[in-house]
């Protein structure tokens, strides 16, 4: 650990900072020219290669773009925990601040240096009567930040969480040419330069010190109250100008629409418990927070969206959002960044909250309920972060996302809606991340018609209808989620649907585990498929999947089932333990498998009747109750390069079918090689097996 963290954890005793190491070979701090310090976790830095400090550099030039001056930021290599320290640029100039931009990982949580960096900032704002010269960037999620009840045991945790943050947890994975990343970056560098920017000309703290200054030396009592005055208008600056709404005359307006016309940019309105019968036009910059628990104070509109939010950014707090009628929305955003925090929002005419035109909203702890129509709408490349909102009750979707939107959900409570829990259609995208989507009428996530989300490690369960269902040419990639307990499939894929999944924990659904028919694709990569009550996976229709790698065990009946005409190419899955066939193929199926481990299924390792085909080569066939393959009824499959041991009955039992058989290691199994129904003898061509 750093003896020293150079001005941070210690004030320094002069303008220019002592410690020789800080500067060297990176530019000395100048007066009138600002100056940063990066403070990390040197392992995130290398487990990323070197992207942090890429950031570091990269983000320092953006300002200078911005702004026209010179931008250092410097890189402390030896430190245990990583941000990015905004030194102070000379101590003389409280209002020439600077910012502590924090970036949030796991590892920020357990540093005693970070800690203390961000205690002693805080310290500064106090002294320059400011709240808002620490940024925190959220690069890694951490359960400090993420979890409500770590969060409020962690004092580090709830001021980060309290702060505007930049969410930089997905464009970690892009590349620095990324337009996404060039975006965020930009603005980043201008929320910097707006915020928190003093070029270095003579300031009004300045010019107060000067006029002090001469006022001390001319013994000139009036001048030195025009320095007090100086000094309290820049003081002032630090808190935005309030106005006060309360319906019984007690505040500065009785209406809210009123105080909104009257405010300036950048002004607080701070609104009093009562009903609020107006519908509310946020068209400039500003903070309104409800003053009070959030179900006294209720704005109420008829005929008129409850908000409408048509600004650059502002924050809107506590308050009881409710539209009773008409074709309006409970909150309509239709650009800029607005902070919707702890509101409890419905609507009887559409939507509850309407994203739409490029905005890019923050909806954090939000009741989201009742609507006449989805909980949240997102549509025509609006975006936006949810996180920790409850979403239920609604007629149609949860969130509804459709014509490019692309927001983010994370660690929402989607539950309970009349119809889908999310629902992703006409080319609409979004990342869901750790929501918990549960008990809505039909599945817990539809994707249609172009419809291309992410899914990571959400909790899909107990839905009345699928967990996740995908279809008309619908999309999307699922990784690490877990789905069970749903009154259909975990997933279904229909009509031309081609999504991926990975990882998944697809279990004890009431149907099959992942169900593909009429015509659908996709590809099934490493996921854990059990316990499902009908089979692990069923093919059908035309239907052509890609399975590779897959744990499909302990199902009801078969591991896999390809029938009617189904397909599918399915490589180095581990099949086991299923109650019927690990693999049954069936009336025109006509799947390829390769390199499977087909072991100890309580019937048939492979099961093929009623005119399936297929073709298996290079399996390991194994240990199964009955024998290895299994061909009737017509079933006509090709074996090739298979070792096919110590099933329970023969390694290849033949009634009224046939097939080509060529090259197999048929040895050890309890019956024998054979059992080849007489009549069948002319339809089963055999060749170079081993037995």
């Known amino acids: 650990m750093r003896d020293c963290r150079c001005g941070l954890l210690r004030r320094r005793t002069g303008p220019t900072c002592q410690n020789s190491h800080i500067s060297a070979g990176r530019g000395d701090v100048m007066p009138g020219r600002p100056a940063a310090f990066m403070s990390y976790v040197r392992f995130n830095d290398e487990h990323d290669d070197g992207l942090l400090t890429q950031l570091r550099e990269r983000l320092g030039t953006e300002v200078r773009a911005q702004t026209g001056e010179e931008f250092s930021i410097f890189q402390d290599r030896n430190d245990v925990a990583w941000g990015q320290n905004w030194q102070l640029r000379i101590d003389e100039a409280l209002d020439e601040v600077t910012l502590l931009l924090v970036i949030i990982t796991p590892s920020l949580f357990r540093s005693p240096a970070c800690r203390a960096e961000v205690a002693r900032f805080l310290e ?10 620490i940024l925190p960037l959220y690069y890694i999620s951490a359960w400090e930040l993420d979890d409500p009840v770590l969060r409020e045991a962690d004092e580090l945790a709830r001021v980060l969480a309290s702060r505007q943050h930049a969410d930089w947890r997905e464009l970690r994975f892009e590349p620095f040419t990324s337009p996404l990343v060039r975006k965020a970056l930009a603005r980043l560098a201008s929320r910097m330069r707006d915020t928190f920017w003093h070029p270095p000309t003579t300031t009004l703290a300045r010019s107060a010190r000067t006029a002090e200054a001469t006022g001390a030396a001319a013994g000139s009592t009036e001048q030195t109250d025009d320095t007090a005055k100086a000094k309290a208008a820049v003081i002032a600056k630090a808190e935005p100008p309030t106005h006060v709404v309360d319906p019984l005359h007690r505040g500065d307006f009785t209406t809210v629409s009123a105080a909104i016309n009257a405010a300036k940019p950048g002004d607080r309105i701070l609104v ?42 502002g924050r809107v707090t506590n308050l009881t959002l409710r539209q009773t009628g008409g074709k309006w929305y409970g909150v309509d955003i239709t650009q800029g960044r607005l902070e919707l925090e702890g509101c409890d929002i419905s609507s009887q005419g559409i939507a509850g909250v309407a994203i739409r035109d490029g905005a890019d909203p923050r909806l954090r702890r939000n009741q989201i309920h009742d609507n006449k129509q989805a909980g949240v709408l997102v549509l025509d490349s609006g975006a936006g972060t949810l996180e920790d909102n409850d979403i239920t009750g609604n007629t149609r979707a949860g969130v509804e996302i459709k014509t490019g939107g692309n927001p983010t959900l994370r660690r929402n409570q989607i539950h ?72 259909l499939s975990g997933v279904g894929i229909r009509t031309g649907s081609n999504p991926t999944l990975r990882r998944n924990q697809i279990h004890d659904n009431k149907q099959g585990g992942v169900f593909v028919y009429d015509d659908g694709m996709g590809t099934l990569e490493d996921n854990d498929i059990t316990g499902n009550a009908l089979s692990g996976v069923g093919i059908r229709t035309g239907s052509n999947p890609t399975l590779r790698r897959n744990q499909i065990h302990d199902n009801k009946q078969a591991g896999v089932l390809v029938l009617d005409s189904g397909a599918g190419t399915l490589e180095d899955n581990d099949i086991t333990g299923n109650t019927r066939a690990g693999v049954e193929i069936k009336t025109g199926g006509n799947p390829t498998l390769r390199r499977n481990q087909i072991h100890d299924n309580k019937q048939a390792g492979v099961l093929v009747l009623d005119s399936g085909a297929g073709t298996l080569e290079d399996n390991d066939i194994t240990g199964n109750t009955r024998a290895g393959v299994e061909i009737r009824k017509g079933g006509n499959p090709t074996l090739r390069a298979n070792r096919i041991n110590r099933n329970a009955y023969e390694a290849v039992a033949i009634y009224e079918g046939g097939g080509v058989i060529e090259d197999n290691d048929l040895t050890a199994n309890t019956k024998g090689a054979w059992d080849i129904a007489k009549e069948c003898e002319g339809s089963v061509t055999r060749a170079r097996n081993k037995e």
């Open 272 to 313: 009093r418990p009562g009903l609020y019968e107006e519908g509310l036009v946020v068209d400039k910059p500003l903070e309104i927070v409800g003053d009070g628990p959030v179900a006294d104070i209720q704005i109420r509109a008829h005929d008129a969206d409850a908000l409408m939010f048509r600004t650059s950014m």
């Open 416 to 487: 309970d809606n009349k119809q889908a829990g999310v629902f992703v259609y006409d080319s609409g995208m979004g990342t869901l991340e750790d929501n918990d989507i549960t008990g809505n009428a039909l599945s817990g996530v539809e994707i249609k018609t172009g419809g291309n989300p992410t899914l990571r490690r959400n909790q899909i369960h107990d839905n009345k209808q699928g967990g996740v269902f995908v279809y008309d040419d619908g999309m999307g990639t699922l990784e690490d989620n877990d789905i069970t307990g749903n009154a």
């Open 124 to 133: 500064r704002e106090k002294e320059l009567a400011r709240s808002d010269l």
